[in-house]
């Protein structure tokens, strides 16, 4: 089983709707959690950082469950620029361990 | 606002060449990181360092070497570049303790022809 798995898509969203997609993840000892966003032919950067608590930034939601071991994005009122691959990623190991593990995105399209 | 240049957008190259694909971070970060992504395959790393001179194998470091011998540049060489490592490849960087986050330079897409 692969440490972080995503559901590729794409993601055709009508703008203005919502989308979610979840990410899972192998290792339950992982600790932190992030959500980055690439857009095409670009680096990628982060969008948010997940916490047990979930969190939110402005028309973005993030959550972590760790019994089942996923995380999710919710993006609401979708726009044309959040078209994007969003990467999840993982740390699955302790605080400040360099081996973070990347899932292979979801691609989100929006369409007017 | 952190910085990550990458020497190249944009490099191609023949088999058996010695490339040299560079890095340079200019927060003071210790950790820099080199990466590949294919389509497909997702990011996966190459090499790390968190210091001076220091380094580690990623998970797919045959073919590849790496140099740090200053804190702020983070060279990658192919010694006898492959069709197969026709990439895209990112570095980034990030600072040890404070949050996790990574600063990735705009990348280089290396074609080996």
Redesign the interface.
């Known amino acids: 089983r692969k440490e972080v798995e995503q559901d590729p898509g794409p993601f055709n969203v009508p703008e203005g709707a919502t989308v979610a997609f979840n990410c899972t993840y192998s290792n339950s000892a992982s600790q932190s959690f992030f959500w980055y966003r690439q857009d095409c032919r670009k680096e990628p950067k982060l969008l948010m950082s997940v916490y047990s608590s979930g969190n939110e930034d402005g028309r973005f939601t993030a959550q972590l469950n760790r019994a089942s071991q996923y995380i999710s994005l919710l993006i609401r009122d979708s726009k044309l620029s959040d078209s994007a691959t969003y990467l999840c990623v993982v740390n699955p190991l302790y605080y400040g361990n360099n081996r973070l593990a990347f899932g292979k995105g979801n691609q989100v399209v929006v369409i007017p | 606002d952190v910085k990550v240049t990458q020497s190249s957008r944009y490099l191609v190259k023949r088999t058996g060449e010695k490339v040299f694909l560079e890095c340079v971070q200019d927060m003071d970060h210790e ?1 820099m ?1 080199w ?1 590949r992504q294919d389509p ?6 190459i090499y ?1 360092s ?1 210091d001076v001179k220091m380094k ?1 194998k ?1 998970d797919i470091p045959e073919g590849y070497s790496v140099s740090r011998e200053k804190k702020e540049r983070f060279s990658l060489i192919l010694e006898s570049a492959s069709t197969n490592q026709t990439s895209m490849y ?1 570095c980034a960087s990030r600072p ?2 404070g ?4 600063f ?4 280089t897409q290396l074609s080996v022809l």
């Open positions: 950790n990181f990466y497909g395959l997702g990011l996966r790393l790390f968190y580690e990623g990112l040890t303790g949050e996790e986050k990574l990735f330079g705009s990348g």
